[in-house]
């Protein structure tokens, strides 16, 4: 059976700028465990809408946020400034946790042009943006994902260079 760890009300935000998340921000417990890239798998459950599986990301310092996208926020009726109750759960298998197509391609999902542009690529280009992404350091992470979807939006298909 799965761990309950969060149980509080938070109030969503979103990043500034074009393509901006939409996200539950995370602050004041202890991580389920340290992860691959950062990341956690959780389910359970925000206001009435189930999540039978989420990716809570990080968000520098310690903290992580869970993205909430488009058809989510449409399901809840909310979107940023409103108040969301949040009840989470840590996954039962640890191996959820690495990053995948699947992970980046939900991140790409309040994007439509940048999710087309990726959906066309090959799949070791996907592969490449998925990698780049993921050799950031935690807090770096977010802001690769926000240039993705800048970049793929405008139509580039090579990612840009480590560093």
């Known amino acids: 059976m799965p761990t309950e760890f969060l149980n509080t009300t938070v109030t969503l935000e979103k990043f500034p700028g074009k393509g901006g998340w939409t996200?539950?921000?995370l602050t004041g417990f202890d991580r389920v465990s340290q992860t691959h890239f950062g990341m956690q798998k959780v389910s359970g459950w925000l206001d009435e809408v189930e999540l039978p599986t989420a990716t809570?990301?990080?968000?520098?310092?310690?903290?992580?946020?869970?993205?909430?996208?488009?058809?989510?926020?449409?399901?809840?009726?909310?979107?940023?400034?409103?108040?969301?109750?949040?009840?989470?759960?840590?996954?039962?298998?640890?191996?959820?946790?690495?990053?995948?197509?699947?992970?980046f391609e939900e991140c790409l999902a309040d994007t439509p042009a940048a999710l087309r542009t990726f959906r066309a690529l090959a799949p070791a280009q996907q592969q490449s943006w998925v990698a780049w992404v993921a050799a950031a350091a935690d807090e770096q992470q977010v802001l690769r994902v926000e240039k993705a979807c800048v970049l793929l939006a405008q139509g580039a298909t090579e990612r840009p260079p480590r560093g």
């Open 56 to 103: 809570l990301m990080p968000m520098g310092q310690g903290r992580l946020f869970l993205p909430i996208n488009a058809a989510l926020r449409k399901q809840l009726g909310k979107q940023a400034g409103d108040a969301v109750h949040l009840r989470l759960f840590a996954a039962d298998d640890a191996a959820a946790a690495a990053v995948s197509l699947l992970d």
């Open 23 to 25: 996200y539950a921000p």
